[in-house]
């Protein structure tokens, strides 16, 4: 068996891939051995092209794309069950979100408000018991309050208790 030679800690990557490629004709690589090799190679692509950014004053900004609110998803669960029952489909954290933020006007606007009336008539068992105790909280929490954010939670908590106690 050769001796190969020491290189200097970062390489090429097409003399790493040659070598591994001359590796697995003489050792016979396996395919798992292969992958590790390959994703060495490609770490030190990325690693050599940040470095080539870094000198060239370009930093490599890496962008999130921008996730819709939870009011946003909220809205469009709503729309899509009143405009779409077919391709609607029921998803549990989009009706918490809704039951939890269903007073706030800034959250849940009027508009959408009317659509969430419609969706809690079907509102079975446990949910529709535990979303008129919350109604209640509210109507108690907001009768003190002289502030018009809270007047409209006490409205909005009025309408679906008249909705659900019927």
């Known amino acids: 068996m050769k001796k190969k030679k020491k290189k200097s800690k970062v390489e090429e990557p097409e003399e790493v891939l040659s070598e591994v490629q001359g590796e697995e004709d003489e050792e ?3 395919p798992e051995e292969r992958r590790i090799l390959e994703r060495k190679i490609k770490k030190e692509r990325k690693k050599e092209e940040k470095q080539q ?16 609110s939870g009011s946003e998803m909220a809205q469009d669960y709503l729309t899509c069950w ?3 029952r077919k391709d609607w489909r029921f998803q549990k954290t989009r009706q918490t979100w809704l039951l939890q933020h269903m007073f706030d006007s800034d959250k849940l606007p009027d508009e959408f408000f ?3 009336l419609e969706y809690l008539d079907g509102l079975k068992g446990g949910a529709r018991e535990t979303t008129v105790k919350a109604a209640e909280s509210v109507i108690r929490d907001c ?3 002289e502030d018009s954010a809270a007047a409209v939670k006490a409205g909005r908590a009025r309408e679906v208790i008249q909705l659900l106690s019927s």
Do not use: F, I
């Open 28 to 30: 016979g690589l396996t």
């Open 53 to 68: 950014m870094k000198e060239a004053g370009v930093s490599a900004q890496e962008t999130e794309p921008v996730k819709p």
């Open 82 to 84: 009143s405009k779409n």
């Open 114 to 116: 009317a659509v969430m």
């Open 143 to 145: 009768e003190d309050s």
